[in-house]
């Protein structure tokens, strides 16, 4: 059986992953923590803390003492820094993040449109990303069908859920980490 992180949709609902809630006990506790008080204290595996304090530490936000105490250096605000253990940033779902906060301002557009918008020099989007994505979020009740052809979506003022965009698991849900819960699967027929 594969190891690795559990699919968004089946982490308990509001209570975000391993990673946020790390990050939020961090920033609450400013005076710094071990390892151990961390784990003990989200009731999260001292390896999986430890992996991630130690990714933190080489890109800069913490700082390890001589106790094994880590304090925060650099509070980037809520928003869990996405780095992996050697502390280089984490690029994966840069794409859907682009296309999220583009769509928000966006009138009514097409993949091609989206694609244009909200590629960057770092992170290019392809047509059929934003297609794909637009397409998803579309059967998720996030974006509504303006046009036939070519094929053109609006984001209803509603639709904003928050910063985080709606993320397409391999298993056809549409998970929401701004509500936490899934605002879409796809019928399974028999």
């Known amino acids: 059986m594969a190891r690795g992180r559990k699919p968004a949709s089946l982490t308990p609902a509001g209570r975000g992953n391993n990673r946020d809630r790390i990050w939020a006990q ?3 506790d400013r005076q710094g923590m071990t390892v151990r008080a ?12 430890l992996s991630y304090l130690r990714g933190l530490t080489a890109a800069g936000y913490l ?10 250096i650099r509070d980037t605000g809520v928003e869990a820094p996405r780095v992996t253990c050697s502390g ?8 859907r993040e682009q296309m999220w906060r583009t769509m928000r301002i966006l009138g009514p557009f097409t993949a091609v449109d989206l694609a244009a918008m909200a590629s ?5 989007v392809a047509v059929t990303d934003a297609d794909s994505y637009a397409r998803h979020l579309c059967r998720a009740g996030y974006l509504t069908q303006v046009d036939q052809r070519p094929v053109r979506w609006s ?3 509603h639709a904003w859920t928050g910063p985080r965009p709606p993320v ?3 298993t056809k849900v549409v998970w929401d980490a701004n509500r936490g819960a899934i605002a879409w699967h796809d019928e399974v027929t028999e």
């Open 155 to 157: 984001m209803p003022r």
């Open 63 to 72: 700082e390890q003492t001589d106790g094994g105490v880590y304090a925060l």
């Open 38 to 49: 961390l784990a003990d204290a989200l009731r999260i595996h001292q390896t999986t803390v």
């Open 26 to 28: 961090i920033r609450a």
């Open 120 to 124: 960057t020099d770092e992170h290019p």
């Open 168 to 170: 397409v698991q391999r």
């Open 88 to 95: 280089a940033t984490v690029t994966q779902g840069a794409a």
